[in-house]
């Protein structure tokens, strides 16, 4: 019977009262891992996020109440809010390329939405952000649904300065173009003038300080 | 410790049939290192790859063995809570080592959400409470034990 092998095996074992048999080592690692999970998940699991006491980030601090992975001073970026050069092209394969100012991208129609930055070093929080929908300006520039899309950067440097997207990611009502986060501007860090936010994108691609859609 | 002589392995056909697809993904990795080199920085990926098997070998083990060592001469009713604080503690503290050292902070001068925590004081408290539990539970053994 296999019971009775187990309880051979146990009674051959040998007697270790002072350390920690099988079953209790086990739950010292489970109680090791379950401590580490405990101050740290709150970095993504905004409930939890008072307890995340050992996390290198908490999801509510930050410039406008969400954190910064790269400052614009990092990848080069300098603020174009003084700048009257800064455009906004729309352009590839597109019937009616764009071109449009600070004043005419803030001038046309927005849409707000809650979707949260999920950074790709574990963590994630949720803001309200108000930004033109991408889709408008793809239909404007008469580009073709199923084409995916690169969003550009001013970024200079640093591997991430664009993100592609697929048509259908581009073009769903959520993906936008933001121009305020939590009711107010953009600040430079968070990418003004432009972020890109779209539903289920990580953080990394979630592309700040947008000059330039290139339809592919 | 007693059981069946060391005899050398035999490799099934499993084994075999694994071997190549195993390899095969080794040498894609190796081939992602390079390619990407701008994103992976080899050298870089070779001081941690090394570093990590060298620092485990030489500093952690050691350091670990020599601890189990001292921790026999405890009493044997104390030793259960204490190995168990001490994998618990041990743990915490080994992953707060990039946050006690402030990693990143020099590379990013001036933002705030990085690193945002006391986490001196946070590892503190942290590893403090995992020793009071495991006092509370030593005790208990200790008067299980005179009760008995």
Redesign the interface.
Known sequence: MASGALRDRAATAPAT????DRR?FL???A???G??VL?TVGSAVTPLRRLA??????PD???QG??????A??VGVTDVSGDPGYRLRVDGRVARPLELSLGEVRARRTREVRLPISCVEGWSYSARWRGIPLRDLLEEAGADRRAAVVVRSLQTRG?YSGARIDGAHAWHPDTLLALEVNGEPLQLDHGFPLRLIAPNNPGVLQTKWVTEVQVL | MTGPPAQPPRYGRLFWALLPVGGLLMAWGLVGLFRDAALTVPASWLRWFLGGLLVHDLLLVPAVLAVGLAVRRLPPALQPPVRTALIVSGTLALMSLPLLLGYGRATQPGNASLLPGDYPRSLAITVGTVWAAAAAWALLCLLGRRGR
Do not use: K
């Not at chain 1, 006491?53 to 908490?58: C, E, H, K, S, Y």
């Not at chain 1, 969400?66 to 400052?71: K, W």
């Open positions: 009262p002072e350390g920690l209790r739950l010292a690692i109680a090791a891992a401590a580490v101050t006491v050992l996390a290198p980030r908490l601090i930050g410039p969400l954190p910064v992975n790269h400052q001073r990092d591997p």
